[in-house]
């Protein structure tokens, strides 16, 4: 592992960027080796993923907590990875999340990883959060590249991004937060097992534009500070959408 992660940095320090650096690496290690990296094995890593205590009982959990506020608004969760999205695609937590975005390989006849077909840097995932506002699915990049969240009207949008809860675990995030600051919604920083609050990278050089709404240990179980701070946030949106549909009613 420390091999692999030593060529990818001798390529960034080349002037590479990193999520190419580490496609190409990975695509030249399959060609060394007897088993080949492939499709399947990419969803096999997916299936047998170590998943933490009662993640898979999030997603309802959040859905009670809103339906007893207003049975009427519904939550969708999607993910935005830099990570190579055919690994979350076959866990089974899948199933709970409306779309899925990340790096993605082209896949020769073989099946073995022939090269990037989608990157997703750290800017590039503000791009998703815009899809998710605009309720676009299927991106097409020359036609939705440019974009301004301000051009369309709240009632127009699928999801305004004041209605947004973004959950990042790093640096690549910080653009994403910075966003959610700009637009009213909110930001959860989450920092692994083994470290603390001060250990989070770049937590020092985070403006006022990306500043968090709470900094959590990892960890799912209903009493964990991330599962009673992701409570707290979507508690605090559905109310404010009962308030909005009482005011429309009385209108």
């Not at 990296?37 to 907590?65: M, P």
Request: aromatic share 10%.
């Amino acid at each position: 592992m420390d091999e692999f992660k030593n060529r990818v940095q001798s390529l960034v320090d080349q002037g590479w960027e990193k999520y190419l650096a580490r496609a190409y690496c990975l695509v030249k290690a399959s060609g060394q080796l007897d088993h080949k990296i492939t499709q399947s094995k990419l969803a096999e890593v997916g299936q047998n993923i170590a998943l933490y205590q009662e993640t898979d009982q999030l997603f309802s959990r959040l859905q009670q907590k809103i339906h007893k506020i207003d049975e009427g608004i519904e939550l969708e969760f999607y993910l935005i990875s830099g990570g190579f999205v055919e690994i979350p695609r076959n866990t089974p937590l899948a199933k709970d999340f409306r779309q899925m975005w990340g790096c993605e390989f082209h896949y020769g006849e073989s099946g073995e990883i022939e090269f990037l077909k989608k990157q997703m840097t750290h800017a590039e995932k503000t791009r998703y959060l815009y899809y998710i506002s605009q309720g676009i699915e299927d991106a097409e990049n020359e036609k939705d590249l440019v974009y301004n969240f301000q051009s369309s009207n709240a009632e127009d949008l699928h999801v305004p991004l004041d209605q947004v809860i973004y959950v990042g675990d790093g640096a690549s995030d910080v653009p994403c937060f910075d966003v959610m600051g700009q637009y009213g919604g909110m930001s959860i920083g989450i920092y692994g097992e083994g470290h603390s609050a001060k250990d989070w990278e770049n937590l020092e050089s985070i403006t006022k534009t990306q500043k968090l709404s709470n900094l959590v240990p990892a960890g799912y179980k209903e009493e964990t500070e991330l599962v009673r701070s992701l409570y707290l946030c979507v508690e605090c949106i559905a109310k404010r959408i009962a308030l909005r549909k009482l005011r429309e009613e009385g209108e």
